[in-house]
């Protein structure tokens, strides 16, 4: 199983509906991030959590929320989805700053 | 803040032949620097990373990275490709400190093209 999983791998979802995107680990981590992939721009941090309490913005976390439920769960919401929104999703995991980052398998998020 | 540069957005090159990865930093201290590897469809890959020490870094998959502090530059070398190694090639640096932003900042990526 993997360490860190996504849920779900492929959605589509149309212009102004709420998505839901659900990552969980097993790696025991208490930093949590989300990242945001296009073509050509490499990977832009979102947000990502110190602990349950503690959430930050990333670089870019203008239209999303996050959540954080359990120091193993880190959701990513996008309340009214927009098509400039369609990317590939990931979620990660790190033990402490600056330290190595993991990465789950992405989710394909598609706003038609 | 931090940044990452990779020039090359595509490198094609034979397979046997050796390969170059291009990767410059900017920050204000010794970051952390690590190089991911995404194959099609795939998430990211730890291929190697830099903390501190020996300034030459042994990778899976053979390949290596040297860190040069006087050239801002983290480069990502194998001796010799195989078709599998086609992907995409991430380069990123990561704040010493755990203060302000905090995760990695990536570059954009270099694409890999093996051929044969």
């Known amino acids: 199983d993997a360490d860190v999983t996504q849920t779900p791998r492929n959605r589509i979802t149309k212009t102004g509906k709420r998505i839901m995107l659900e990552c969980s680990q097993t790696k025991g981590h208490d930093r949590m991030y989300w990242y945001r992939q296009d073509p050509g721009l490499g990977l832009r941090l979102i947000y990502y959590?110190?602990?349950?309490?503690?959430?930050n913005k990333g670089e870019i976390s203008d239209g999303y929320s996050v959540s954080r439920q359990a120091q193993a769960k880190f959701s990513l919401s996008l309340e009214s989805a927009i098509p400039n929104q369609t990317a590939l999703y990931f979620c990660a995991t790190s033990e402490t700053a600056g330290n190595t980052i993991y990465f789950g398998e992405g989710s394909w998020l598609t706003v038609v | 803040a931090q940044s990452v540069t990779q020039p090359d957005i595509h490198i094609t090159v034979s397979e046997g032949a050796s390969l170059e990865l291009r990767c410059n930093y900017s920050?204000?201290?010794?970051?952390?620097l690590f190089w991911y590897v995404q194959s099609p469809g795939q998430g990211l890959q730890l291929l190697l990373k830099?903390?501190?020490?020996?300034?030459l870094v042994q990778g899976i998959k053979g390949f290596e990275a040297e860190f040069k502090r006087s050239q801002s530059s983290f480069n990502l070398r194998k001796p010799s490709v195989h078709w599998s190694d086609a992907a995409e090639y991430f380069c990123a640096v990561g704040a010493r400190s755990g203060g302000g932003a905090d995760g990695l900042t990536f570059g954009k990526g270099t694409h890999l093209i093996i051929q044969p």
């Open positions: 920050y204000g201290a010794t970051p952390y």
């Open positions: 830099y903390f501190s020490g020996d300034t």
């Open positions: 959590s110190f602990d349950v309490k503690d959430i």
